[in-house]
């Protein structure tokens, strides 16, 4: 018990890594393909339009 209390503390210390969702790039291009704005995209996605901007920027990337 005092070891499962010890290995508990010591993993509440560890850096927690941001776990990513998952994030349908085909959507995006799909949207943005189709005229929508970033705001309008960013709404319908349920993410900031700064996430947006940033995806795209890896599609164009991508494609280079």
Do not use: C
């Not at 503390?9 to 929508?36: C, I, S, T, V, Y």
């Amino acid at each position: 018990e005092d070891k499962v209390r010890a290995t508990i503390e010591e993993n509440k210390k560890k850096p927690q890594k941001k776990q990513e969702k998952a994030f349908d790039m085909g959507k995006l291009r799909a949207l943005h393909e189709g005229g929508w704005s970033v705001a309008q995209i960013a709404d319908e996605m349920g993410v900031s339009q700064q996430t947006i901007y940033n995806k795209l920027k890896e599609l164009k990337t991508k494609r280079s």
